[in-house]
C-alpha cells in the first residue's frame, strides 16, 4: 500500500489550491473546475488510491517507451492473469496512467514529448479494444474505472472522438452501489461523479455527491463506528485497508466539490478530520500500523507502512479553514512519525486497544462474539487465521513490524496462546475494556478466552492485559488444554533481531547466542530497547537468527522470490496439557540490560490475583484493576475487601473507581469496598462507567 508522495506534499497541495479559482460561476463552470481541480492533484503528484499495487514510480517511465510492442502490449505483462487481488494484467492500465502523468507534468523528462504521447495513445487504444475483464467484480467495476479516470483527466483534449468515447465506456462499467456499504459506496459515487462532471451531468453529479456524503456518518453497520473505529465486511475492523481508501476518498471529494453546490457540508468534513484525530491517530505510530487494523491486507507487501494521511490533512486544511492551525500541527506530529497523543485508548467497538507513549505504543486486537474473525479470500492472508486472536505488537522510535509477515511464525504470532493443532477460536461475550477516558495513561483489557479444533473447544484461559504509561502487564489465567496434542505456547514477541538478546536467569546475566535456547528461570529479556519479564515457573525458548520465507507463502498474488529477515522470537511455554495454570509476561521500554536490572529491583507493578474468577493487578501505591469474570471479592493491598455482584472490570485509580460491562449490555454493578456499598451504571457498548469517588 506504499503511495509515492513527494515529501513537500502540503506545498503541492496549496499550490494546486491557489492556480484553481475558487468560486464558482454556474453549475456547468463548477463541472470544469472540479475536472481540473483533480487535475491538478494528479500533476502534482497526489496518487488517488491507497491500493497497494497502484503506484506512481515513473522510474521505468522511458523504458516502457521504448518496449512497447507492435501489437501495443508489453512483453513483461501476463495478459492472460486472472488474480482477483493483484490483476497483473491491470499493470499495462497503470503505466498508460504514469506515462499520461508524466507527459502532463512540466517537470517531468517526458512532458510535452510528442512521440512518446502516441505510445500512451497506442497502449489506452489497446486496453478499450480489448476490454479485459476480471473474475472479481471489484477489479471491472471499480479498479479499472478508476485508473481509466486518472487516464482521462491526465490526457484532456488529448482525446477526442471515438478514442474519448472509448476511455469513457471503460470508465462507465462503473456500477453505482447502494447506500450503507461503506468504502465500496463511496468508491462507486465518486466514479459516477467524475464520469457526469467530465459530461457536464450536473443532476448525476448531484446524486453522486449526496451518495458520498450520506456515507459520511456514524453508527452504521459499515464504515465509522460510534468509536472512530472503521468496519467494512461485517464487524470487522478494517481502519488502514478499506477505511484508508474510505477516509482518503471522501476527503478528496470535500476537496474537489468545496465552493461549488455539491459541496459536502462542513459538519460532514468536520467529521473526517475527527475520524483522523479519535481513530486514525490512534492506531497508528506515524505512518506505521500494525496487522489488527489491516485484516487481511497484512498480506501485501508494505501494507504495515500505509498508514500516513499527511496528504489528507493538507487537503482538510483547505476545507475546514477554521482548523488549518489544528490540522496542521497533527501533520507534523504525524510526519516526525511520534503519536499525536499520549495514554491508554480502547476502541469497544471493534475489540481494539492502544497505549501511546512517546517511547513506544502497545497495540492489542481481541475478538468476540460481536466481532468477525479474520478474511482470507482473494488468494490473501493464507496464514493469518490466528489474527485477532489476542495478538499485541510493540511499535518504537526505531523498530516496527514493516514487511515481517512472509518470515513470521503465524502460529506463533505476539501475545496469542495457542497450539499448532489448534484452528478456531469461539468468541465470547466477556471481551472488553475499562478505562479513565480522554488522554488517561491507564487502562485494562479482558478476554474469555475458548479456541480448540473446529467446533470442538480444547483450550480455554482468562487473559487479562494492565497498561499503565509503558508498562503492560498480560496475565493467562485458568489455562487449561483437554486431549492430547501440540505444546501450548505464547509469543512474547516475534520481531527484528537488533543488537544483542541478554537474559537474566540461574546462571546470572548472560548474552545469548544466535541460535535456538530453552531456558528455565528466566527472570527478565532485554532486546532492543525492550524488557520482557516472564510471568510464572514455565520455561523460555528462544529462536535467534535468519529466517526466509516469501510473499507467496502469505498471499499468492504476489512474488516467490525468497525473503530473508533475522528474527527475535521468544515464547513462553505452557507444556502440552496445561491444567488451571497461571503465567503471563510483563513488557516495558527499557534502554539497556544495566537499566533492566534496576527496575526489576523494584518493580512498579505486582500482581494480586491470576486465576478463573478474577485476575487483578497493581500500579504503584493506590492504582489497580481487575477483571470479575464471576461475582466475587478481592482483597486490597491495604487489607480492604471489595466485592461485586456481577461480572464486570474495574479500575481504581486515586480513590475514583470505574467500572465496565465486558459482555457490552450495559448493567448497573453493586460495589463494596470495605463497609460502603457503590451503584456503578456501566454503559452498554463496553464503554467505561463515570468515575465514582470513595
Not at 467497538?349 to 507513549?357: G, K, T
Not at 512472509?406 to 477460536?425: F, M, Q, Y
Not at 511455554?573 to 536490572?597: M, Q, W, Y
Not at 470505574?658 to 459482555?663: E, F, K, V, Y
Request: glycine letters at 10%; hydrophobic letters at 40%.
Amino acid at each position: 500500500m506504499k503511495r509515492f508522495l513527494p515529501r513537500p506534499f502540503f506545498l503541492l497541495v496549496l499550490t494546486a489550491a491557489l492556480w484553481l479559482p475558487r468560486a464558482v460561476a454556474s453549475a456547468d463552470a463548477g463541472c470544469a473546475q472540479i475536472v481540473e481541480r483533480y487535475r491538478g492533484l494528479l500533476v502534482s503528484g497526489y496518487a488517488p488510491t491507497a491500493q497497494a499495487s497502484a503506484g506512481w514510480d515513473a522510474t521505468d517511465a522511458s523504458k516502457w517507451i521504448a518496449t512497447l510492442g507492435a501489437d501495443s502490449r508489453w512483453p513483461d505483462i501476463d495478459y492472460e492473469n486472472r488474480a482477483g487481488g493483484a490483476w497483473q494484467t491491470l499493470v499495462h492500465l497503470r503505466r498508460v496512467r504514469i506515462l499520461s502523468r508524466e507527459i502532463s507534468r512540466p517537470a517531468s523528462p517526458l512532458s510535452n514529448d510528442a512521440a512518446a504521447e502516441q505510445i500512451i495513445l497506442r497502449a489506452l487504444d489497446h486496453w478499450t479494444q480489448q476490454r479485459y475483464q476480471n473474475p472479481n467484480w471489484w477489479q471491472n467495476q471499480i479498479g479499472v474505472p478508476q485508473v481509466m479516470r486518472d487516464i482521462i483527466v491526465l490526457l484532456g483534449d488529448r482525446l477526442t472522438g471515438d478514442r474519448r468515447a472509448g476511455a469513457m465506456a471503460v470508465l462507465k462499467q462503473l456500477k453505482l452501489m447502494d447506500a450503507g456499504i461503506g468504502a465500496n459506496t463511496v468508491w462507486s459515487a465518486e466514479l459516477a461523479m467524475m464520469a457526469a462532471a467530465l459530461e457536464d451531468d450536473t443532476a448525476a453529479l448531484a446524486h453522486a455527491s449526496a451518495l458520498v456524503a450520506g456515507e459520511i456518518t456514524q453508527g452504521g453497520a459499515q464504515g465509522i463506528q460510534d468509536d472512530f473505529s472503521f468496519h467494512q465486511h461485517g464487524a470487522r475492523l478494517q481502519q488502514f485497508h478499506y477505511g484508508a481508501s474510505f477516509f482518503q476518498d471522501t476527503v478528496r471529494i470535500a476537496w474537489l466539490l468545496r465552493g461549488t453546490p455539491w459541496a459536502i457540508s462542513e459538519e460532514k468534513v468536520a467529521l473526517l478530520a475527527d475520524f483522523a484525530d479519535r481513530g486514525n491517530f490512534w492506531m497508528s505510530r506515524g505512518s506505521v500500523t500494525v496487522p489488527g487494523t489491516l485484516d487481511r491486507a497484512v498480506s501485501r507487501p508494505g501494507a504495515l507502512a500505509a498508514a500516513g494521511i499527511g496528504a489528507e490533512l493538507a487537503l482538510l486544511a483547505d476545507v475546514l479553514p477554521e482548523r488549518r492551525n489544528e490540522l496542521g500541527v497533527m501533520a507534523r506530529v504525524h510526519a516526525s512519525g511520534r503519536p499525536p497523543h499520549s495514554g491508554f485508548r480502547a476502541f469497544p467497538r471493534s475489540d481494539f486497544a492502544v497505549s501511546h507513549q512517546s517511547t513506544a505504543s502497545f497495540f492489542l486486537k481481541t475478538i468476540s462474539t460481536r466481532t468477525e474473525v479474520t478474511e482470507t479470500l482473494l488468494r490473501e492472508n493464507r496464514r493469518g487465521r490466528k489474527l485477532n486472536w489476542g495478538d499485541h505488537y510493540v511499535l518504537t522510535e526505531r523498530s516496527n513490524y514493516v514487511d515481517l509477515p512472509p518470515v513470521w511464525n503465524w502460529e506463533l504470532l505476539p501475545g496469542v496462546t495457542s497450539a499448532p493443532d489448534v484452528d478456531s477460536i469461539q468468541g465470547r461475550a466477556f471481551v472488553g475494556a475499562v478505562s479513565a477516558g480522554g488522554y488517561g495513561n491507564t487502562g485494562a483489557v479482558a478476554m474469555d478466552y475458548a479456541t480448540g479444533q473446529g467446533e470442538v473447544t480444547t483450550l480455554t484461559a482468562r487473559k487479562f492485559w494492565a497498561v499503565r504509561g509503558g508498562t503492560v502487564v498480560g496475565l493467562i489465567g485458568a489455562l487449561t488444554r483437554t486431549g492430547s496434542g501440540e505444546p501450548v505456547r505464547t509469543a512474547l514477541d516475534q520481531r527484528r533481531l537488533r543488537g544483542a538478546v541478554t537474559i537474566a536467569d540461574a546462571d546470572g546475566v548472560n548474552v545469548l547466542a544466535p541460535g535456538q535456547h530453552t531456558r528455565s528461570g528466566v527472570r527478565w529479556i532485554h532486546h532492543d530497547g525492550l524488557l520482557y519479564v516472564p510471568l510464572g515457573t514455565q520455561p523460555v525458548s528462544f529462536s535467534l537468527g535468519p529466517v526466509t520465507g516469501s510473499w507467496n507463502d502469505v498471499n499468492l498474488n504476489y512474488s516467490t522470490d525468497p525473503v530473508t529477515e533475522s528474527i527475535f522470537l521468544a515464547t513462553l511455554e505452557h507444556g502440552n496439557a496445561p491444567a488451571s495454570a497461571a503465567s503471563g509476561f510483563v513488557i516495558l521500554p527499557c534502554d539497556t540490560p544495566a537499566r533492566a536490572k534496576k527496575l526489576m529491583k523494584k518493580p512498579g507493578w505486582s500482581v494480586w490475583r491470576n486465576d478463573a474468577d478474577v485476575q487483578a493487578v497493581r500500579f504503584g501505591d493506590d492504582v489497580w484493576l481487575a477483571a470479575f469474570y464471576v461475582a466475587g471479592k478481592i482483597s486490597t493491598w491495604r487489607g480492604v475487601e471489595v466485592s461485586v455482584d456481577a461480572p464486570c472490570l474495574l479500575f481504581h485509580e486515586h480513590g475514583e473507581l470505574r467500572a465496565s460491562d465486558p459482555t457490552h449490555a450495559g448493567r448497573t454493578i453493586r460495589v463494596r469496598v470495605g463497609h460502603k456499598d457503590y451503584a456503578i451504571v456501566c454503559p452498554a457498548g463496553g464503554k467505561t462507567s463515570e468515575p465514582v469517588r470513595l
